[in-house]
């Protein structure tokens, strides 16, 4: 079992940058494939970006390709995901999840574990 903890969201202009950061508890962190969510009032959770266990192949959706980049650092139990050139759109509450399947990485139904969610607000 694992659980996860997000920080860095907050208050950006359009154009800036923020960088979340996702500790996770427990010793097999690495054993987990990671993700980043998020979830726009009024709308359904959507995938962002996601890395495997070793962190060597990572996958994003369309809208943030070029602009978000997904890192993980095992030895610390971390996950990062930095967001530049930030658009109103982005604004949403990002979660961090944890799964351990080996197929469907873009689905949120494939996470057995989530964190409790960081606002990212940007201001046009």
């Known amino acids: 079992q694992v659980q996860l903890a997000e920080s860095g969201g907050g208050l950006v202009q359009a154009g800036g940058s923020l960088r979340l950061s996702c500790a996770a508890s427990?010793?097999?962190?690495?054993?987990?494939?990671m993700g980043w969510f998020r979830q726009a009032p009024g709308k359904e959770r959507e995938f962002v970006a996601a890395?495997?266990?070793?962190?060597?192949?990572?996958y994003y959706a369309e809208f943030v390709k070029g602009r978000f980049t997904i890192s993980r650092d095992n030895a610390k139990n971390t996950v990062l995901l930095q967001m530049n050139s930030l658009k109103f759109e982005d604004t949403a509450v990002y979660y961090c999840?944890?799964?351990?399947?080996?197929?469907?990485?873009?689905?949120?139904?494939?996470?057995?574990?989530w964190g409790q969610g960081t606002q990212v607000t940007v201001s046009s």
């Open positions: 999840a944890a799964g351990t399947f080996s197929s469907g990485i873009t689905y949120s139904t494939s996470y057995s574990y």
């Open positions: 427990g010793r097999t962190f690495s054993s987990y494939v």
């Open positions: 890395i495997t266990r070793s962190g060597t192949v990572t």
